[in-house]
């Protein structure tokens, strides 16, 4: 767990329950190259519970891939239309999106769209769902993924989840909600706060640290049931847990034999194996894409620093050097990038690191950020951080061209964690 953030945690199950956070979303900046894009009203979409559209341009415009083109002109066009793509480039837009949504007699709702590249007046296709009510924000997200993909040719991540930690007054809730902070659920609540939650790499199961029976345990929660067991529950603290590309082991820091070490332990619980031993606090690890090798913390150097090793242990190598103080490494999906928070000038900030040139930037610009999570694409990151007084969420590109606040009016958000791709 991080060297910023508290030892002892406290965690009750509760029953999943509909959130509905109602986030308030600003984005900011602008990348260095955006396609604009205009999308139109859906048709009949007002008549539907979900403004699909608007959750369309929500999830392009956060990405920082595009430029949102005004289409407000355009009502009634539709996936069935044949627009004068002509006009559109006039609008400088360089593509173009429209569908509908159409209640059925059952009460689902078919959810339709077409898209259009405008440069090369090139109809790329249409494709349809059909979902219930309490979908149709899922549904939204999917076709914005599938808007992000024909037009860039990589995977979008707008119908993923992530996991976090409302307060709102003296209770706390982790939540799984859409990638876009909406539509969650609640997976658990207590009146002690809850940090550290980790996704399985399938998706179905979150780690996370509970001290409701008077200790910090690591348990393992099933999404789907609500299921949850004790995973490490040593003498001392048990914290940080990060689960392997695999799936099939758990780094963790426990301090079972005094001060702060990492392990591993098996899913199942069994196979504890020691991986550091040091007398320094080791911490907060995380593996590698590939699962061979373990990012973490330590103060072995005198300060908190980021280190890597072998998957099973082993000979230690410092990786950050770029300010005095360097905690919560988390690596991407792509290995590609190595994403931490810096302690610059008396202020908390988020840093990327290329890990092929070890070349850093720094992307923030608030000054308290904590728990920076990558999207399953590796294209955008998640943290926490402070504005205007209140604890909320980042997404920013990671160029830090590009960044999207989550705000919830009523709640302080904390602990982010972005979730895989669906299996």
């Not at 061979?292 to 082993?314: E, H, L």
């Not at 908390?348 to 070890?358: A, H, R």
């Not at 308290?368 to 209140?390: C, H, I, T, W």
Request: glycine letters at 8%; a neutral charge.
């Amino acid at each position: 767990m991080s060297l910023r953030r508290r030892h002892l945690i406290a965690s009750a199950l509760a029953s999943p329950v509909p959130v509905w956070a109602q986030f308030r979303v600003e984005v900011s900046g602008q990348g260095a190259t955006q396609l604009p894009i205009a999308i139109p009203e859906f048709r009949d979409e007002a008549r539907s519970p979900q403004p699909v559209s608007a959750i369309v341009r929500a999830d392009l415009e956060r990405s920082g891939q595009f430029r949102l083109v005004d289409a407000s002109a355009a009502a009634g066009l539709s996936e069935l239309s044949s627009p004068n793509l002509a006009d559109w480039r006039g609008k400088q837009a360089d593509a173009l999106a429209a569908g509908s949504v159409t209640r059925l007699a059952d009460g689902r709702h078919d959810v339709r769209y077409r898209l259009w590249d405008v440069v090369a007046a090139k109809d790329l296709g249409a494709e349809s769902q059909v979902v219930q009510a309490e979908d149709l924000r899922l549904a939204a997200h999917r076709v914005a993924d599938a808007i992000y993909q024909k037009l860039t040719g990589e995977r979008g991540v707008f119908a993923t989840r992530l996991a976090y930690v409302a307060k709102t007054g003296s209770q706390y809730r982790l939540l799984v909600t859409d990638a876009d902070g909406e539509g969650g659920r609640v997976a658990v609540t207590s009146p002690e706060p809850i940090i550290s939650p980790a996704w399985s790499p399938e998706g179905r199961s979150l780690a996370y640290v509970s001290f409701h029976t008077g200790k910090a345990v690591v348990y393992l929660q099933d999404l789907t049931t609500g299921a949850r067991r004790a995973l490490a529950d040593f003498r001392g603290t048990n914290s940080a847990p990060a689960f392997s590309p695999d799936g099939q082991r758990v780094a963790l820091t426990l301090s079972l034999n005094g001060g702060s070490q990492l392990y591993s332990i098996h899913r199942d619980g069994s196979g504890l194996k020691r991986l550091t031993q040091t007398l320094a606090i080791d911490t907060e690890p995380t593996y590698s894409a590939d699962g061979r090798t373990i990012y973490f913390v330590s103060d072995r150097g005198g300060g908190p620093q980021i280190y890597r090793m072998g998957a099973d242990g082993g000979t230690a190598e410092r990786v950050s050097f770029n300010s005095p103080y360097n905690v919560s490494p988390s690596v991407s999906p792509d290995g590609k990038w190595l994403a931490y928070i810096s302690r610059l000038d008396g202020a908390y900030k988020t840093c990327v690191m290329d890990l092929l040139s070890g070349q850093v930037r720094v992307i923030s610009d608030t000054s308290e950020d904590e728990s920076p999570s990558f999207a399953p694409n590796s294209k955008l990151l998640v943290y926490a951080s402070r504005a205007q007084g209140r604890d909320v969420l980042v997404t920013s590109t990671l160029d830090g061209r590009v960044k999207a606040k989550l705000v919830v009016p009523n709640a302080d958000i904390r602990e982010p964690a972005w979730g895989p791709f669906s299996k």
